[in-house]
């Protein structure tokens, strides 16, 4: 870990561990939030070990803490971590070559680390930010999580500390720069309009499914075929 720290910039280091900061504290609000859900303490903490991913584990503790079935809450969750079939491929060589270094990146591949990995333009750190990021990640969000469950046995009610807020304000800090592109951002604004137009009809985690009809703003229009002149 000391030589892949080397490899980086100062700014680089500066800018990982701030957003190592941010993940711990979501992961502190996942805590909090699941054991005020109903769960056991060491739920949440058996997730964040084995699933490691946040959008999933908040999908399925708020979908069952609102009443949603376990299906609809494991469906939603698949769907979501979807796109790390896309990000494996795109990081694979950062991963190494080795089945166990590529077994370990699959589990440590996170959006944050594959968004600072990707914006290096040498190998080399590329592969150093993807397993410096992933790996401080992995702790943090577990310490953040034993802390939270802890914090929410004694304080009972997540909402009244705003620790509830703490997960959507991270996302949305991490997908505004993406927001810059149209297409992106009209995509975003028709599956968000779904998911608030269907929440008061529909059971808990089928709205968030059906958000997925933004996407098809992500459809390139049909180009136009030039008229050739008789």
Same mark, same amino acid.
Not at 143 to 150: N, S
């Given at each position: 870990?000391?030589?892949?720290?080397?490899?980086?910039?100062?700014?680089?280091?500066?800018?990982?561990?701030?957003?190592?900061?941010?993940i711990a504290v979501i992961g502190l609000s996942f805590?909090?939030?699941?054991?005020a859900s109903g769960l056991d303490w060491w739920m949440p903490t058996v997730?964040?070990?084995l699933v490691f991913?946040?959008?999933?584990?908040?999908?399925?503790?708020?979908?069952v803490a609102a009443g949603g079935g376990l299906v609809a809450a494991v469906v939603g969750a698949l769907v979501l971590n979807a796109r790390h079939l896309p990000f494996g491929l795109a990081v694979g060589d950062m991963m190494g070559r080795g089945k166990v270094a590529r077994l370990v990146g699959a589990h440590l591949l996170i959006d944050e680390s594959v968004a600072f990995a990707m914006?290096?333009?040498d190998p080399a750190r590329a592969r150093a930010v993807f397993w410096f990021l992933g790996t401080t990640a992995f702790v943090v969000w577990n310490?953040?999580?034993?802390? &939270? @469950? /802890?914090a929410g046995q004694v304080i009972g009610d997540s909402d009244a500390f705003g620790l509830d807020a703490a997960f959507p304000a991270g996302l949305l800090a991490l997908v505004l720069p993406a927001l810059?592109?149209?297409?992106?951002?009209?995509a975003?604004?028709? &599956? @968000? /309009?779904?998911a608030v137009a269907t929440t008061p009809f529909l059971p808990a985690g089928v709205p968030v499914l059906l958000a997925l009809v933004g996407l098809v703003a992500l459809i390139p229009a049909p180009e136009k075929k030039e008229e050739v002149p008789a």
């Open positions: 870990m000391r030589s892949i720290w080397r490899t980086l910039t100062p700014s680089l280091q500066r800018d990982m561990v701030a957003m190592a900061g941010a805590g909090a939030i699941a054991v997730m964040s070990v991913a946040g959008g999933s584990q908040f999908m399925v503790v708020g979908v914006a290096q333009k310490i953040g999580t034993i802390v &939270g @469950a /802890a810059k592109n149209t297409r992106t951002r009209n975003a604004l028709l &599956g @968000a /309009a779904v």
